[in-house]
């Protein structure tokens, strides 16, 4: 049986020919037999795609031909089926829906620490400054359920839209400290810091990666449980391995 390759990426890039790369990015799927789901919109690409590795390639160095694609930061996995049942390209008005048109990730990101960084952080207790670290989960409670980090803040929340409102009540309790903010693959946690820093918040940063890229970097240090994923395989554990490893098994 032929493994897999799953790919999960992003970026926050002006586009002006939405159409257009929507278009381009469904055909080149099409030509190489890639399932799963590509959102496109003005403020970027958010891409979760599984095919054969030479699919996989072959997509990669297509997409990247477009400067604005170049050197994509990529995270990968593999099964043993493809976790899709379709390919699905849609044009979006954002990439991850926030609602909130003062921030323009585009423009810029947002300040970051990669997970070797932030598993010394949490090893000896503070950060390089000396301050509390506290990990914000920015994603939905059913999300939650399969693991996160230890000790990290959790919201019982259904839509990422509604963090805010959440984040803002706990306002007091982390002035001074120093707040990370994380999710699957990066893209909810780099808008989240936008936002908290639209708000007043100090000393708030993204996991460059997300969770799946701390695993990829890390392992699962400081790390409790598995990571969900939109997708078939349910959830992967710290070595990337999936909850469901055979199609239409219920593991439960």
């Given amino acids: 049986m032929s493994t897999i390759q799953n790919i999960a990426a992003y970026r926050f890039v002006t586009l002006d020919d939405v159409d257009a790369v929507a278009v381009r990015v469904k055909s080149l799927c099409q030509d190489l037999a890639l399932k799963g789901t590509v959102l496109v919109s003005p403020e970027g690409i958010n891409i979760f795609l599984a095919g ?17 694609f170049a050197g994509l930061t990529v995270k990968f996995s593999e099964s043993e089926f493809i976790p899709f049942k379709r390919l699905r390209v849609k044009r979006k008005q954002e990439i991850i829906t ?33 301050r509390d670290v506290v990990l914000l989960d920015t ?17 019982p929340i259904n839509r990422f839209t509604d963090l805010p409102q959440a984040v803002e009540l706990l306002k007091p309790e982390l002035e001074g400290k120093t707040v990370v903010s994380f999710c699957t693959g990066g893209i ?17 940063y993204q996991l460059e990666g997300g969770i799946l890229g701390y695993f990829e970097k890390v392992g699962g240090i400081h790390y409790d449980g598995r990571c969900f994923v939109f997708d078939d395989r349910i959830a992967l554990d710290p070595k990337l391995q999936p909850l469901i490893t055979v199609p239409g098994f219920d593991a439960a």
């Fill in 139 to 155: 994603r939905n409670i059913d999300e939650v359920v399969y693991g996160s980090f230890e000790k990290a803040l959790v919201f």
């Fill in 52 to 68: 054969l590795s030479e699919g996989i390639d072959a997509f990669l160095s297509a997409l990247q031909q477009d400067p604005r």
């Fill in 98 to 130: 926030y609602r909130d048109g003062r921030l323009k990730p585009e423009a810029g990101r947002a300040p970051s620490v990669d997970p070797e960084t932030l598993a010394r952080w949490l090893t000896q207790g503070h950060d390089d400054a000396g």
């Fill in 188 to 204: 909810r946690c780099e808008k989240s810091v936008l936002r908290m820093q639209a708000d007043g918040f100090e000393n708030c």
